[in-house]
């Protein structure tokens, strides 16, 4: 049986990798390694389908060393034995440790010393949050590196290689993939590299040739071999984008059953990272400090939609949708820190007022720096007129509350308590 396109397209070498450039790009960490030849134990973690083993396989491959794959959870310390002995045979070896959060304690003892002496170069994978599910012996002999999802032109510069490699791809084959089948398997396959390379090989075996020995590969059979909808059959996803507004101005005017009509678009289209970035900019853009608490709650729902994944992921995104739809709204902050932004790029900035900078060096009393700033916690309510902007803005007032609630309203009579104070001197 053949092995899957995404198996056959795994990278050889570290320059194939597809996406990760803040690891394995010119003068980024992975890299230098490889270059160095200077390798140690590393976990990579993130998402499924979005480089661990590619990486893992790359790193062998560009530097010639033997690469073996186990699984933490289901390979025996008998299976740790043989690559321990392979080790010594030839050197090093690289060992690919997938679920390595499940490494058990007698696994772990015996593996620990051969980390710390090279013999074997462990790359643990992992979906989990390394700092929290493994153990500190095996993280204290290794290096943490967090995998990115993957962007949707990472994808389709995959795909588009795998159409035309003839020794590992699609290459001996006649495939037209048309442009808006190739933009829903990048974007709807949410990250995942290894099951768009999937989706488009169901795609290609199982569609017949046309009269001219030409594969079509179109939207329909895309969604159909991928089992996700496109949002519309618009050639450049206009329409995908649309949806995202009208959910985000939906929640915002407070429509709580239109902002749910789109999120079940969104849903239908499996785009779980794009909902999840927008609620969470929507929980901070449109609410902000007329309930903070709903800020924290959409958080924590993403977080767990996340985990979960599709189907289940549709339900805490609900509660946050609605739960954001009803909020009070404020857009207080983000009014405040673009006109801010504003003064800045407009180049009124100016110099950092002598008493505020640093003045943790040998020297800096003599320049002034720091000599009479006042430290606000040796007065009453731990405040204390001075000023803190550069004289260039020293009037500047970029805050302005709406008065959308208690928590606003609060800080909202700080605000005038401090401003009214100022005015007074």
């Avoid at 690891?23 to 200077?38: Q, S």
């Avoid at 062998?60 to 690559?83: E, I, P, W």
């Avoid at 499996?270 to 903070?292: F, H, K, Q």
Wanted: aromatic share 6%.
């Amino acid at each position: 049986m053949n092995k899957p396109l995404a198996f056959r397209m795994r990278p050889t070498n570290i320059d194939q990798i597809v996406g990760q450039t803040h690891l394995v790009g010119n003068g980024k960490i992975i890299r230098r390694m490889v270059d160095a030849k200077m390798l140690s134990s590393m976990i990579l973690y993130g998402p499924p389908g979005i480089g661990k083993t590619s990486i893992a396989s790359a790193i062998a491959g560009s530097t010639q060393y033997a690469f073996r794959m186990l699984n933490a959870a289901t390979d025996t310390k008998k299976d740790l034995q043989v690559v321990v002995e392979e080790a010594k045979m030839s050197g090093s070896v690289i060992l690919l440790l997938d679920e390595v959060h499940r490494l058990d304690k007698p696994k772990q003892d015996f593996l620990l010393p051969h980390l710390e002496n090279g013999r074997v170069i462990m790359i643990g994978a992992t979906t989990e949050n390394p700092y929290i599910t493994i153990n500190p012996a095996v993280r204290s002999r290794s290096q943490i590196f967090e995998l990115k999802p993957l962007s949707i032109e990472d994808i389709q510069l995959a795909l588009m290689s795998a159409l035309k490699d003839k020794e590992r791809g699609l290459g001996n084959e006649s495939v037209a993939l048309s442009d808006t089948a190739l933009l829903h398997l990048s974007r709807a396959t949410n990250g995942d590299l290894r099951s768009a390379l999937n989706g488009l090989e169901l795609a290609v075996k199982s569609t017949d040739p046309d009269e001219t020995g030409t594969i079509q590969i179109t939207l329909d059979i895309v969604e159909e071999c991928i089992q996700r909808k496109a949002l519309t059959h618009d050639k450049n996803g206009d329409a995908h984008y649309d949806v995202i507004s009208a959910l985000q101005k939906s929640i915002r005017g407070s429509d709580v059953n239109a902002a749910l009509h789109y999120l079940g678009r969104l849903v239908e289209a499996g785009d779980l990272p794009i909902i999840a970035r927008r609620l969470m900019v929507i929980a901070y853009e449109d609410i902000g400090l007329a309930n903070p608490a709903a800020a924290q709650r959409t958080v924590t729902a993403v977080q767990a939609a996340e985990k979960l994944g599709f189907p289940e992921a549709r339900i805490p995104l609900a509660n946050a949708v609605v739960d954001l739809s009803l909020s009070p709204k404020s857009n207080s902050t983000y009014v405040a820190i673009d006109a801010a932004l504003a003064d800045i790029r407009a180049g009124k900035s100016g110099d950092v007022p002598d008493h505020l900078r640093d003045s943790h060096y040998s020297g800096a009393k003599k320049l002034g720096r720091g000599v009479t700033y006042q430290y606000p916690h040796s007065y009453p309510s731990a405040w204390v007129d001075q000023q803190y902007l550069p004289d260039k803005l020293k009037q500047a007032l970029y805050y302005q509350p709406n008065h959308t609630g208690k928590y606003e309203d609060a800080l909202a009579q700080q605000y005038d308590k401090i401003n009214q104070a100022k005015k007074k001197k």
